[in-house]
């Protein structure tokens, strides 16, 4: 590393004369100095030799050993040892591991400190900390905490003391605690206890007892004195400027609190060693004492306004008066009307500090100038420029302004007063020469349009005018506007304002009612379509309301033909975002909304695209099947057609048309939709839609399974013919729990209620508030009687009894296994009936059932019946591949679920063979499994079915026999499928998107062959009654790739146009323009030639897409040919430096000529041979007129060159700054390079001849050694 110093003769002689005091000369600038340069050795003193003896030891050795300060290194490193009975974390499996080594490295993340730890042979743990300094403390102080076991003592030091510990804004405390590596706990001050608590290592807790000991011992040495100083006597024991009790705090060391004169305190408390502090009160006693007998007082009346002035900027004339003569002036305080002033001090020096009070209270004058209050500003100027100018002349010169008073007011030294005065009357005077003002009255309610859109109207005339005019807040509610500013100006402006004015109050203003909320929409993200409207319609000027206020009125103001075209827009648009928020409600069974929705959102994005909608689909986790379309009317039938069609197709839905008069809609539906939802849910949950309120249509679309579709429509008609007739209604309550008890089981109970009376009868829905009511429809006779059996049912089951039945121990377990779960569904289902079995470990057979009598019965038959299914229980295996297993259960084991629910079995699948062997010949792949299934050892019957491969079904035996014919249907079967080998990779999509579609559509697996087996053969492995439908939509898929290779095959035709390579960059266009727009107009590709392959013919064209089209581009590349063989190219010198100015900014300017003029215009590159040349093509009388054109700009501009090159002459250095001799720089007489035996200067860049330092270290030096 070299660091290289250019110095100056003077700075060279003044570093000298710093570094060898023996070596000081004279320096002086004359031109002998200056050509006898320095010798080598003056410049660079010797360091000192190394054998030097310890007498030349105590000299100073040669410039260089003076004053350097020792380097210090920034990184430090600490050991310190924990001994094994204090280690948190001494049973480790491994050394390194666990606790210990997490808490190392949170720690080193923290402080930025290196930890190391080793074990000592005694199993105590050593820590090497190494970092910087504070780095090392805070590390050490959390290695303590964290990994060593915490002892912990108090000690008890006066509680007086404890601030010192504390110190200011607990500094010391903390640096104690980083030292000691320990906690201190110091009590509140609200806390009387004197114990201090410290928590740490042994050794910690040591130390930081012996400084908190140390601490209070030192303040036992202090002591604390208050000393009675009447107030009058405290200017003198403080002495001018405070020099004398400084002094004093100086020699005795003891620090004494004088109470400042604001504060009406007599005491001085002093603070100190105690002899010391005895010193201190006895040389204050003294002075006090003196005072006492040698001053005397004189009263003196000085004007209230001229305290200040004897008081001086922070008391400094009092101080002044009483350093010169020893005398201290008491001034009343400011809230005092008191003008008396009293002098305290020795007789013969009273005189002259009265003169000098007297000089000070008279320094000072007041005066003011009469300025009308409408220029004050203009006085002060723009940012208080004009008055910065008179204050920085005049400094102590004060200058008021009072706000609605003709006057200004100043304040300071008399001369410096006078001055100022006849400035700001010369100002003044100036001012209402040349300046104006005039009031007019607006109504207030223009105002805000006079100011217009952030004040873009008032500015305008502000600055046109050189104006300024002055407009009353709202909250004012004035209607005078003031304009000041130059006589004709503000004639002008009020002229223009009054104008304004008039306009507006010819002005149309109309209420426009609009939705509140559509404001939002109509006002447009960042307010970007109302600034449309705006820009629109300049003139009138829209208001909406605050959303806060909730209100649909849009106010338009402005010309009354404007505003009327402004509303018809505005209505319109309106018109338009009503019929785009037309909504309508799709029940889609819940099962089918994933098919709807597509894979990753696919079919419904489609859907939304194509017909223009916004979609909305219940969330995956709530019970709702209703899908929300918004948009236009016509779209969104058209989005619903399409998703109730997806429906269709995906399950056997029958859709009914009932027609039912629209009268009787609404009392069919029932309040909020009670009586329909009876229907929708008694009949397997089909849905059924009414038509829109107020269509006039009688059309009701039932819509569902076929077979619950039926149900639904006779329910539906049935009711409708009640309700023709004549409809009573009823509502009866019972308890929530007893409703599954009344309605049975499947609906049973309540269905024989319906038969046999005719009456319908509604149950609570979840959602609905009342649980308790239930509702009862039908002709009044109907409702009458079965109002009367459900009125006997409830009165039975609020009849409670308690009864027992036996029930043999060994099925105990099935009841309440899961925590109870057969109970509990008894319970739900027999009106909350108790249920309470032996507790296990005891052999009673005995259960006991508390409930309504009825539900009492009905659940011991239910119990019966249970137990007769576990005695008639038989265990029925059914083999099926495990291969199929997956496939068999379906997705989340739904399929079993619904096999368990519906044939009442228990189903449990084999374990999976983990490593099987496979067969020999491979089969179909299944969903990504290896395809086949290995076979056990070669021993086992091959005919015998695996273990893995049995499925066990448990229940009743015919139950059991139909639940395994149902699993057996769910085994997958594959079909195969031939498909073109050349179409696999158009099927398969890409990442295989086209093929997952297909799988997700049908619920199949569809297996492609490996493109090295060049087969056509696809495999197609799913339920039977998946299989069409997957086959028929391969096939489908076929035709369209097939119908799309046609296509391609009619769209590669190519056809090839020779043209001139001169003419490709008019074709291509700017940025391809022209060339795009021939492209994206017939439909083609055009390939131009590559310039850098020399074997392809450069006027070549190339033409793709369908015959017709091709020849159509064709022709219009002809015809751009055929233009531009008719233009011409022409010359023209244009000075080269009027170039940039006819260009351009970024060729803004040449491009509006081009545009203009149709020609194309080329200047010269930088160093081409003629940088006049520019060229001109086009049309012949296009480039006649442009070449004009330019010349004439050629002209205009290169009057503006020369002008400004004529000023650049007198813009030139001046020639004795050009004419200055190069600096010599540093120069040495009498180098080692100079002597006769060395031929070269040293090599900085070589280690031999500037060898280093040892470690490379970069601080930041100087070329001279360290700063002094």
């Known amino acids: 590393m070299s660091s290289v110093a250019v110095l100056t003769q003077e700075s060279f002689a003044e570093h000298r004369s710093g570094l060898v005091p023996q070596q000081i000369k004279v320096a002086t600038l004359n031109s002998e100095e200056e050509s006898d340069p320095p010798t080598y050795k003056d410049a660079f003193p010797p360091l000192p030799e190394k054998a030097a003896c310890l007498e030349s030891a105590q000299e100073p050795a040669g410039a260089w050993s003076n004053k350097i300060r020792p380097i210090k290194a920034s990184v430090i490193t600490q050991v310190f040892h924990v001994p094994l009975e204090e280690r948190k974390y001494k049973d480790m499996n491994q050394f390194g591991e666990g606790e210990q080594a997490k808490i190392c490295l949170e720690i080193m993340q923290r402080t930025g400190a290196h930890l190391e730890l080793s074990l000592a042979k005694d199993q105590g743990l050593s820590i090497m900390v190494s970092g910087k300094l504070d780095a090392v403390m805070k590390a050490r102080k959390d290695i303590v905490a964290r990994l060593q076991t915490q002892a912990s003592a108090t000690v008890a030091i006066p509680k007086e003391h404890h601030r010192f510990v504390i110190g200011k804004n607990g500094e010391k405390l903390q640096d104690l605690e980083l030292k000691t590596a320990t906690k201190i706990q110091i009590p509140r001050p609200d806390d009387p206890s004197n114990q201090i608590k410290i928590t740490g290592t042994k050794e910690g807790i040591e130390k930081a007892r012996h400084e908190v000991l140390l601490i209070s011992a030192e303040q036992d040495k202090r002591a604390v004195e208050r000393l009675e100083v009447e107030k009058a006597f405290h200017p003198f024991i403080a002495g001018p400027y405070n020099r004398l009790v400084g002094e004093i705090m100086q020699e005795t060391g003891t620090r004494i609190n004088i109470p400042p004169p604001s504060v009406n305190r007599t005491e001085i408390v002093f603070t100190g060693e105690k002899e010391q502090l005895a010193q201190a009160v006895a040389r204050i006693k003294k002075i006090y004492e003196e005072k006492k007998k040698k001053t005397t007082t ?606 009442n079995v228990q189903i449990k699948f084999p374990d999976r063979e983990e490593n099987p062997i496979h067969n020999v010949e491979p089969s179909i792949q299944e969903n990504g499994d290896e395809a086949g299934e290995g076979r056990e050892a070669k021993e086992t019957d091959p005919g015998s079915p695996r273990r893995c491969d049995i499925i066990i079904i448990s229940g009743r035996k015919e139950k059991c026999e139909a639940a395994k014919e149902a699993l057996e249907a769910l085994v997958p079967v594959t079909i195969e499928v031939e498909v073109p080998f050349d179409l696999h990779r158009y099927i398969i999509g890409q990442k295989g998107s086209g093929i997952r579609k297909m799988m997700d559509e049908f619920e199949v697996n569809i297996h492609v062959p490996a493109p090295e087996l060049q087969s056509d053969v696809i495999a197609i492995t799913g339920l039977a009654a998946n299989l069409d439908r997957a086959k028929a939509g391969l096939l489908d898929r076929v035709k369209e790739l097939q119908a799309e290779q046609e296509d391609r095959a009619l769209r590669s035709f190519k056809l090839s146009v020779t043209v001139d390579p001169k003419y490709h960059p008019k074709i291509i266009g700017r940025k391809g323009a022209v060339i795009t727009q021939i492209r994206l107009e017939h439909d083609v590709n055009i390939q131009f030639p590559d310039k850098d392959d020399g074997n392809q013919p450069q006027d070549q064209i190339t033409i793709t897409g369908y015959e017709k089209n091709t020849e159509a581009a064709r022709d219009a590349i002809l015809k751009i040919v055929g233009e531009l063989e008719q233009m011409v190219s022409e010359d023209v010198p244009l000075d080269h430096r009027v170039h940039a100015r006819i260009i351009g900014a970024r060729g803004k300017a040449i491009r509006k000529i081009m545009d203009e003029f149709k020609v194309d215009i080329r200047f010269p590159q930088s160093g081409a041979p003629d940088p006049n040349c520019v060229t001109v093509t086009g049309l012949p009388e296009n480039v006649e007129e442009a070449i004009d054109h330019i010349l004439n700009l050629e002209e205009e501009y290169l009057a503006d060159v020369v002008d400004s090159e004529a000023l650049q002459v007198y813009m030139k250095p001046p020639a004795h700054e050009e004419s200055k001799a190069p600096s010599k720089g540093f120069v040495v007489r009498d180098a080692p390079w100079t002597s006769s035996n060395s031929e070269k200067a040293p090599d900085m860049s070589s280690s031999e001849e500037f060898p280093s330092f040892g470690a490379q270290v970069a601080p930041k030096t100087l070329p001279w050694g360290p700063k002094r």
């Open 298 to 903: 004189i009263a003196v009346e000085v004007k209230k306004s001229q305290h200040k002035y004897v008081i001086g900027p922070k008391g400094n004339s009092l101080q002044e008066i009483l350093e010169r003569t020893g005398v201290s002036v008491e001034i009343p305080p400011s809230d005092s009307i008191s003008e008396t002033v009293i002098l305290r001090g020795e007789p013969e020096k009273l005189g002259q500090a009265l003169t000098e009070v007297y000089a000070k209270a008279n320094s000072f004058t007041v005066s003011s100038v009469s300025a009308p209050s409408w220029l004050h500003r203009f006085i002060i100027g723009k940012k208080g420029q004009n008055l910065a100018k008179i204050t920085q002349q005049m400094p102590k010169v004060h200058i008021e302004f009072t706000e609605g008073e003709d006057k200004i007011t100043l304040e300071g030294p008399t001369e410096d007063v006078n001055v100022a005065q006849e400035q700001i009357e010369g100002m003044v005077k100036d001012l209402i020469n040349r300046m104006d003002y005039v009031e007019i009255n607006i109504d207030h309610k223009f105002h805000r349009h006079l100011i217009g859109k952030s004040g873009a109207n008032i500015n305008r005339i502000k600055d046109q005018y050189k104006v300024s005019v002055r407009i009353p807040p709202d909250s004012e509610k004035s209607n005078l506007i003031r304009i000041e500013g130059d006589p004709q100006g503000v004639q002008q402006a009020k002229r223009e304002l009054l104008e304004l004015a008039s306009r507006m109050e010819n002005e149309r203003t109309k209420d426009l009612i609009i939705e509140q909320r559509f404001h939002r929409t109509i006002i447009g993200q960042k307010g970007e379509r109302i600034r449309e409207i705006r820009d629109k319609f300049p003139e009138v000027i829209i208001n909406f309301p605050d959303p806060a206020q909730k209100s649909d009125i849009v106010q338009l103001r402005g010309p009354k033909n404007e505003v009327e075209k402004c509303t018809k827009y505005m209505q319109k648009m309106v018109a338009d975002l009503v019929e785009n928020s037309y909504s309508i409600s799709v029940p889609i069974f819940k099962q089918f909304h994933k098919n709807i929705i597509g894979k990753g959102g696919a079919n419904i994005k489609k859907i939304r695209e194509e017909s223009n909608t916004k979609i909305d689909l219940p969330a995956e986790n709530s019970n709702s099947e209703t899908i929300i379309i918004t948009g236009k009317r016509a779209n969104c039938e058209a989005a619903r057609s399409r998703i109730l069609s997806i429906q269709k197709d995906l399950a056997n839905i029958a859709e009914v048309e009932v027609s039912i008069p629209a009268k009787l809609h609404n009392s069919l539906i029932g309040t909020k939709g009670r009586l329909i939802r009876s229907i929708m849910e008694e009949c397997g949950g089909v849905h059924i839609h009414f038509p829109v309120e107020g269509s006039g249509s009688d059309t009701v679309v039932i819509r569902g399974p076929s077979s619950d579709v039926e149900k639904a429509k006779k329910q539906l008609l049935h009711l409708a013919e009640e309700k023709q007739t004549k409809s009573f209604t009823v509502d009866i309550r019972a308890k929530p729990e007893y409703h599954k008890f009344l309605i049975g089981k499947g609906g049973g109970k309540i269905r024989k209620v319906r038969d046999s009376t005719g009456a319908r009868i509604i149950f609570p829905a979840a959602e609905d508030k009342d649980q308790d009511l239930i509702t009862i429809i039908g002709k009044e006779d109907a409702v009458r009687e079965a109002q009367k059996e459900l009125e006997a049912l409830i009165q039975n089951l609020d009849n409670v009894v308690e009864d027992y039945m036996l029930v043999d121990p060994k099925h105990h377990r099935h009841f309440v296994i899961r925590r109870g779960q057969v109970l509990r569904e008894i319970a739900e289902e027999y009106g909350g009936v108790m249920v309470s079995f032996p507790r296990s470990g005891t052999q009673s057979d005995k259960v006991t059932l508390k409930g309504a009598k009825d539900c009492v019965e009905a659940a011991k038959k239910r119990i019966q019946e249970i137990i007769e299914d576990l005695e008639a229980q038989v265990i029925v295996e059914c083999a099926i591949p495990q291969r199929f297993h997956r496939s068999v259960m379906g997705p989340k084991g739904s399929r079993i679920q619904q096999i368990t629910r519906d044939y």
